[in-house]
């Protein structure tokens, strides 16, 4: 299918900067900030493919794997998952404006192996009735920092998995506090990590990246590794960045994290 201008623009502005036979480009005017965010992202998510599917061709990690993209957007990381090897992505997202671009970017590139649904992370089971866990992976890139209910985000996202979740998201600080008192003086429980509450009032309803409502819960790396070890994904890996990575990303701000289900590290599902 040929994409016009005027197909493109008809739906606002763009987050990538898609080129389509003939040259036409969704976004040429990307920011460098953006531009570099989404390039050091795709190489942390390559890496984070070898770790997830230890063993695999490097040069295809996802060869005949089944992969979701949980806050798809226009779908930039899906077509790298068919990049890496996926047989198919499904791309999700709750945004039906992002989920139009999506679409056409794909059909405009003349791709097939990528669906698109509208729906709610946190009602991912609603939106997948294709039996128990359908997806080898699943990628949360950019999603968590921006929902209300994150662990009920990775709950869902857990239960439609069979193997590996590779999360990117911004990151707070751990507590400085190694234990909270817990019902009286003298007994105190562990802090397993942090989530700290954002309110995205002012970017919310206009800006298309935000989440369902402008609260948000941002969580720190240990956070993230105790919900999603109750999830039974148990082994958690960080990727590091290049040297010469987007600056969040280097001074650790925002991290890219590799989850494996517990039982999948066994042999169970590799
Ligand atoms: C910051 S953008 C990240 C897009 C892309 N994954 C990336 O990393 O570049 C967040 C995306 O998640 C979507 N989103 C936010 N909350 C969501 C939810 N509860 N369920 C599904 N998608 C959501 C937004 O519409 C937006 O497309």
């Known amino acids: 299918m040929s994409v016009t201008e005027t197909d493109i623009r008809s739906l606002g502005e763009w987050f990538y900067d898609f080129e389509f ?12 900030d953006l531009r570099s965010i989404h390039r050091d992202r795709s190489m942390m998510l390559d890496a984070a493919c ?4 230890p063993g695999s061709d490097p040069a295809s990690p996802l060869s005949s794997r089944r992969a979701i993209d949980v806050g798809c957007h226009e779908g930039f990381f899906s077509h790298r998952l068919l990049r890496l ?7 999700v997202d709750v945004r039906e404006r992002n989920i139009r671009k999506a679409r056409l970017a794909a059909e405009a590139l ?28 699943a990628l949360a890139f950019g999603l968590l920092y921006h929902c209300e209910n994150p662990v009920r985000v990775l709950r869902r996202i857990a239960s439609v998995t069979k193997r590996a979740i590779i999360i990117e998201t911004q990151l707070c ?30 970017l919310h309803p206009t800006n298309n990246e935000t989440g369902v409502s402008p609260l948000a819960l941002c969580p720190s790396p240990g956070a993230l590794r105790t919900v999603l070890s109750h999830c039974g994904f148990g082994a958690f890996h960080r990727v590091e960045p290049h040297d010469d990575a987007n600056e969040q990303l280097t001074r650790g701000k925002r991290g890219v994290f590799v989850a494996v289900r517990t039982d999948a590290t066994a042999g169970g599902d590799a």
Do not use: M, Q
Request: charged content about 30%; glycine content about 12%.
């Open 110 to 137: 003349g791709i097939d192996r990528l669906s698109w649904r509208v729906g709610d992370a946190e009602d991912l089971d609603s939106v997948i009735s294709d039996g128990s866990r359908p997806f080898d992976l």
């Open 173 to 202: 600080a751990e507590s400085p506090d190694e234990s909270v008192e817990w019902g009286r003086a003298g007994y105190s429980l562990p802090a397993r990590g942090l989530f700290t509450v954002i309110d995205e009032s002012k």
């Open 21 to 32: 036979p003939g040259g036409v480009r969704t976004n040429e005017r990307l920011s460098e």
């Open 50 to 53: 070898a770790i997830a599917f």
């Open 85 to 91: 090897g996926a047989s198919s992505v499904l791309g």
